[in-house]
C-alpha cells in the first residue's frame, strides 16, 4: 500500500488537494507494520507513510514515543474477534493517552485492526468524536478529481 500510494503520488498519477483537511491529524504506528516488519522482512514502514502524510495534511504530529517504541493499540493478533473485551480496553490505555497528548482531532492509520480497535474504545476513554481514518482513506479524501 505505501509503495503504491507513494508512487502515484509522486508520479502525478494522484493529484491532491492538502488544504481539504484543516485540523490537527496524528499517525499511529501499528505494530505488524512497524516493528513485525523490520524484525520478519527486515523493513519497518516508518518512514513512507510519513512521506504520505506530508503531501496530505498540513497539521500531523507523530505521536510519542514513535515509528518502533509506539505503543500497541491493544486490538492485535484478532482480539477483536476474542471474548477479552476488558482486556482489549485495558491495553488500550495508553494509546488513547498517547493520542489526546497531541490534542489531534483525527489518528490515521493504516492497519484495520488499530483502526477498529480505536474506534471500538474511544468513547470509552473520552473520545467520542476522534476521527479515525485509514491511509489510504485520508488520500481519497483530499484528491483532485477532474
Known sequence: MFDLLTDYIRSGR??????????RAAYHDPCNYGRKSQELFGHGYYEEPRWILDQCISDWVDLFPKEGHQYCCGGG?????TPYRDERI?????KMEQIKRTGAEM??????????QIK????TYGMPDLR?????????DIMIID
Open 14 to 23: 494522484i493529484r491532491l488537494d492538502k488544504t481539504k483537511i484543516t485540523y
Open 90 to 94: 485495558h491495553y488500550a490505555r495508553r
Open 107 to 116: 489518528l490515521v492509520v493504516p492497519c484495520h485492526s488499530c483502526h477498529a
Open 77 to 81: 493478533g484478532g482480539t477483536l474477534l
Open 132 to 140: 479515525v481514518k485509514y491511509l489510504w482513506e485520508v488520500v481519497a
Open 120 to 123: 471500538a474504545v474511544a468513547e
